[in-house]
């Protein structure tokens, strides 16, 4: 046998033996569990999960807890890459229908069915509804965002507008924002950037209208033949095309831009979740005090706003989901809920958390789960959710911006193609 | 003639032995072109005749391509990509000559110069796009506020909002990127031309721009065939900027075929179908490469 075959057979040999050590000694070390959620790159919520993991860790010794921060534009494509290749985080937070569809969560109907009835008591069937799929449960609610709208204190009184007498009608809207829109700042950003925020605000919207844009059972789109939905679209897009009160470069919009657009003053007002507030104190401090949160106007006896459900899922080639989910319960205990309500403004979930002080006594925190009472829940329940949010719709709002004349077309197109989407075509 | 009663009769086995050997160098570079290349591009074939939703998949045969071809969204991102490319293209060559030309002539400080030409290539382009997006930006970016300030505009402009603006927006910033490859490569060639035939050409007569014109080019002439090949073919499979600045949008006006497989495959959950646009734009860069070799065969710069 040649000189080189032999040295080739050797080192074989013992990259075999290394490997077979690593693997023993991996077996002895900690599970680990990685997390990804968009919410652990907030700075707001940055302590909050870290004491949660430490807490956990010296709980539950032998497992640990390693998390995945990523832009929350990326998000999704970060998760679906690594659940393809069969490696996803063990914990994610990403649109349940969609990723429930496409076989990347694993059902957690046998770990909640062994939970006692005072803890299954403690969730509403909303709540627990926004991570349902096809009858299952996918994931377990963490927080909510209950869509209101927002106002600089300043900008309202210096526009000589009442600020304890909010507009609640389409028509006071308007004009407030005439009002509010200066050389110095507009009245709103209207968001139709590439994410699903343009999608929520956009159906805040339609349903402050009373406005159904799908059918009940999601297989078809409606927003070029359900009156109410054409009219707030046309509404909602006016203020832009007609009204010229919105900020410039809508199509370049997200939540992040929009917030600080909002914490610098630029804009007047803002359509956002109350977790917007926190992302604003935390861009611009000194408007601690400034700044007024009202119900979204309606135009109709039948309005809702949005509401929109994270929950936090188990993936499917997750190998050890004991663990995962008494993470997730860990994470759902009062004193982290009740740190999210004060610090990252998330809007709690739990039935047992609405009479604690800090949450009962909190007159922001009421008013908006006062609206949430009355909200259609985000993600909508259809596996084409994240294409028709992130995608459809915000192609035809950027279209419409563009070509407003052209607005009739662009929503029968839209129809055409979401409801393919909804039927899986 | 001595005989050696010890010595074997040659039969080449030392060569054959010497052949194993070229094979065994070969070896790690075969295992890397199978792994990274051969390997994902079979999958990428095989997944292009499925249906492909998350984890499940159905075989569709040719539909997906079938699919691709009557219905527009491909061929408006084909003709994005032949815009943005013949432009970015014309412009890397354009410029990269001229700078080349200047650099060519520099007496001093030519080091720095050619450094400071090169920072765009340097800086990694995603890095490159988020700082263009922050300088874009209608109400806090430079841009706008040095052309406000200039009187150029009166007012800013949402370069990365409007369809038309988006477009020339990430061109610009890919010309910006990309001219500093092209001028190296014409300024290794403007160094090779002999100087005598300028010497010649200016005891001739001939002005500045015939020198160019009946030397410069004509040297050239292989380089920058090969040049703009190359670049084509860099500059079509272009996704890090435009996915970076625009996305794709605004309304697919930035959309070109790399972003919209990244859009089919994660916006849409397609996966069989990204891999369809896939194929049909290694098709299209496999005319282009196949061009290039031809023209990098030995002896062809000889015979021009």
Redesign the interface.
Known sequence: MST?IKTIARTAVSALALCIGFGGVAKAADIVLQWQATALSEAQYEPIWKAAVAAFEAKHPGVKIEPVLVPR?DN??KF?TS??AGIAPCLVSVPVP??A????LMAMDDLWAKEPDSYKAIWSTEALGAGRFEGKLYGMPHYAGIYGEIYNADMVKAAGLDPENPPKTWAEYLDWSKKLNTPEHNALALL?G?TETTTRVLLSWIYSNGGKPFNDDFTESRFSTDPRTVEAIKFYLGLETEHKLT???????NYAEQTV?FAQG?IASMRNAYWGLAKVLGDNPAMKGKIMVTVPPANSPAAKTVATVTTTSIS?NCKNPQEAWDFIKFLNEPDYAVQMVSAANWMPLRNDLLNVPEVANDKVVQAFLAMGANAVTIPLPTPAW??IS??DI??AV??IL?EPARIDAILADLDKTVTD?LQ?K | MTHHPQTRAWRGIGLRRERWHGYYFLGPSIVLILALIAIPLGHAVVTSLYRVRGLRSDFVGLDNYVRLFTRSEFWDSLQVSILFTAVCVFFHMALGLGLALLLNRLAFARTAVRIGFLAPWIVAPSIGALIWVWMLDPQFGVVNHLLVSAGILSEGKAWLADPTLALVSVMVVDIWRGTPFVMLLLLAGLQGIPKDQYEAARMDGATAWQELRYVTLPNLRYLLVVASTLDIIYTIRHFDIIAVMTGGGPTGATEVLPVLIYNTAFSQNAFGRASAVGIMLLGIILIFSMAYLKLTKPGKARED
């Open positions: 080189t534009k999704w494509t679906v659940a393809q969609t990723a569809f496409n076989g990347y139709a590439p900020s410039p470069g809508s199509a370049a919009l657009l630029k499917a994240t294409q992130s995608k915000v192609e950027q279209r563009q989407h899986d």
